[in-house]
């Protein structure tokens, strides 16, 4: 949706949540975890979108709160259309907990890899996987044949 078709109301909800949103990037590179978090947690509840949620993600996985993070990037994963990079993310936590989550794992890498091929980080995750567990290619195969996510 472009600005020109929301409502004053809404476009201005928008205008507020991009600039808590910049905010709350100057503090991540300054590793203010606590203030971006507020931000960004009062920018989506401003205007959701799929960047906020996913730089919550990355807050949360800053400070090591991995499950808090794989909520925030499932979220990121659910809203918007070709969201590749939370799901790259969420893909490497996952299977970062383990030969239970692969099948997840593997099911959103190669999601972002059909969202957007020549993304670099997840061509070269995967190859990493691969090199690296004899499984993956059982699973990359079987999930290559089944446009189904895991259960």
Request: a negative charge; proline letters at 4%.
């Amino acid at each position: 949706m472009t600005n020109d078709a929301l409502s004053p109301i809404e476009s201005d909800r928008l205008a507020q949540s991009e600039r808590l949103r910049q905010e709350a990037r100057s503090d991540m590179r300054l590793g203010e975890w606590e203030s971006a978090l507020a931000k960004l947690s009062h920018s989506a509840s401003l205007y959701p979108q799929s960047i906020t949620y996913e730089l919550i993600g990355e807050c949360h996985l800053a400070r090591l709160e991995n499950d808090q993070a794989i909520i925030y990037f499932s979220a990121a994963c659910g809203l918007g259309n070709k969201q590749y990079k939370p799901r790259v993310q969420l893909a490497r936590l996952l299977y970062s907990l383990g030969e239970l989550h692969e099948h997840q794992a593997v099911f959103h890498l190669l999601m972002a890899q059909r969202m957007n091929p020549s993304y670099k980080a997840a061509k070269e995750l995967l190859q990493s996987w691969l090199a690296s567990n004899a499984r993956i290619s059982v699973v990359v195969a079987a999930q290559q044949e089944s446009s189904e996510p895991p259960e």
